[in-house]
């Protein structure tokens, strides 16, 4: 009989997951049945701001083709939510519909936006009801309020100054509306970003149109006689007037399906290094709702991790995993080697005049003395360069001990942002001049040097982990667009960061060809 397979979630890493299982259902070893709560098959959240504003098109942003799966034998089910899962009869009860038996259970519910609590808001967190011209940025629903809204030329408060925020902000603003960003703090990306790179990264914003409001507090919105959204009301008496409020303050995993069926949780679903949730064999997790902490309260690895990571990139690693584990055990393929342990992610900030690279340790300053300290394991001291012009926008600061990056930011140097992107994922050592580095972005260009980020077997996609040979192949094979290298390779298919890279090389090998 073949193994039933049910996969809680259709968003980007569950697609992932169900893509590299189509062999076992297309050999018939085992049933595989997809829950999807949307009408539509799986599309790339990241990018639903882009769409919002007109810059990308939704059959770009779709991550499968649920007649291509049926073609194979996988089970789409759209418009569907799974109410309760009934671990004892190994069964998944749906709001509407027969109970759907599982022998493998794989959650990837993702998360949600997070409503904040203001007067004005429903406070429920599982089922908030925004009220008109309120709207998060999570589905294509969200999208359509934001286009309604940049097409009208609207007044747009966006509430939160994280990536999200930032990024939906900026598009916004490049389409004509007139956006302001609220946020706690003196600086966007406050958590994230140390005070020079906040301080030139603000300008930069201010200079691109954008209106900021920082070190506030919002505390509810006004609404008119309709019902519809008509101002943001602050801590300190004040109101910000606005047609649409944009809510960008943070996501939390979809947890409450597991919490019901008695499994682990806390940020997410707790799960081990094999990703199976934890006192459980059957059931596993994976995405933004999973939460790796395995059961041995010395392991080093789980200490270090501080909840889902929120990124596409790590999802995509653990649905590769996942699905390779379920091949090696139904086709008899190798078992691939334990998941390794996921370094902080690089946040990517970039729009027109934006180019933003961060991720790690950014706090310490030059001139602060960080010596040799024996009662820490002996680790060698941080040693910290940076370089500003914050007239001009950019902004680098690296953060380094024993050579290897530990954090760094770069503003502004979009081929610095590259490499040290690349050095960071590595590990490797940076070069002992590290102003090497900042000539990436000078008019003698050392990028095609041996070592830094041009040649071929280098990653240009990050998130799903494809080099710039691969794409330069696909290019070579007769791909002419993004979308078609995107579908070839799937570079480009994550947080979008290298689509102009791709471009690029599309764009160079043609004109080569004229």
């Known amino acids: 009989m073949p193994e039933r397979i049910v996969v809680v979630g259709f968003g980007p890493v569950a697609a992932r997951f169900i893509d590299e299982l189509r062999p076992v259902a297309a050999a018939g070893i085992a ?51 799974a109410a309760r899962i009934d671990r004892s009869r190994r069964l998944v009860h749906l709001t509407a519909g027969a109970p759907l038996p599982y022998d493998r259970l794989v959650l990837a519910t993702g998360a949600r936006a997070v409503v904040p609590n203001l007067t004005g808001l429903n406070p ?29 030329r609207k007044r747009i408060v966006v509430l939160g100054g994280g990536v999200l925020g930032l990024e939906a902000a900026l598009a916004a603003s490049e389409q004509g509306a ?21 301080a030139t990264l603000a300008a930069v914003l201010r200079g691109g149109g954008l209106r900021l409001a920082p070190n ?32 960008a303050c943070g996501a939390r995993s979809r947890r409450e399906l597991a919490e019901g069926a008695g499994l682990a949780v806390d940020a997410g679903i707790l799960v081990d290094h094999r990703l199976a949730a934890l006192h459980t064999e059957h059931v596993f997790a994976i995405g933004d709702c999973a939460e790796v902490r395995c059961p041995d309260p010395t392991c080093e690895a789980c200490g270090r991790e501080r909840g889902p990571s929120g990124l596409i990139a790590p999802g995509w690693r653990q649905a590769d ?63 910290v360069s940076l370089w500003a012009d914050p007239a001009h926008g950019r902004y680098v600061k690296m953060c380094t001990r024993a050579g290897a990056l530990e954090g760094f930011i770069a503003l502004g ?22 102003s090497v580095l900042l000539r990436l972005d000078g008019p003698e260009s050392s990028l095609g040097a041996p070592g830094f980020s041009g040649g071929p077997e280098s990653t240009l996609c990050r998130c799903a982990g494809v080099s710039r040979g691969t794409v330069q192949e696909a290019v070579l094979g007769g791909c002419s667009t993004v979308e078609q290298v995107s579908k070839s390779t799937r570079a480009g298919t994550g947080c979008g960061g290298c689509r102009d890279s791709v471009r690029e090389l599309i764009e160079e090998h043609f004109a080569g060809v004229a």
């Open 216 to 247: 506030a507090r919002a505390t509810g919105i006004e609404s008119g006689p309709d019902g519809e959204f008509r101002a943001l009301l602050l801590d300190d008496g004040s109101a910000l007037d606005g047609d649409l409020l944009v809510l």
């Open 178 to 198: 007139t956006v302001t960003v609220v946020h706690h703090g003196e600086r966007p990306l406050g958590r994230q970003i140390d005070r020079g790179g906040g």
């Open 321 to 383: 995993w996942l699905a390779a584990s379920f091949r090696s055990r139904l086709l008899g393929e190798p078992v691939p080697a334990p998941l390794p342990d996921e370094r902080p992610g690089v946040l990517l900030l970039k729009a027109r005049g934006v180019n933003l690279a961060l991720a790690g340790d950014v706090d310490r300053e030059p001139w602060e003395s960080i010596a040799w300290d024996a009662d820490d394991g002996g680790r060698p001291p941080l040693e």
């Open 413 to 434: 140097m979009p081929r610095a942002a590259a490499e040290l992107t690349l050095l960071f994922g590595s590990g490797a050592e940076l070069p002992a001049d590290r």
């Open 124 to 152: 429920d967190p599982l089922h908030p009801v925004l009220p008109r011209g309120v709207t998060a940025l999570r589905d294509l629903a969200d999208a359509e309020r934001l286009s309604e809204a940049v097409l009208g």
């Open 31 to 81: 049933e595989v049945t997809v829950i999807g709560e949307e009408e539509h098959a799986a599309y790339n959240r990241v990018l639903v701001a882009d769409l919002g504003v007109g810059r990308t098109t939704l059959a770009s942003m779709q991550l499968a083709d649920p007649d291509e799966l049926a073609a194979d034998g996988v089970r789409v089910l759209l418009g569907t939510a």
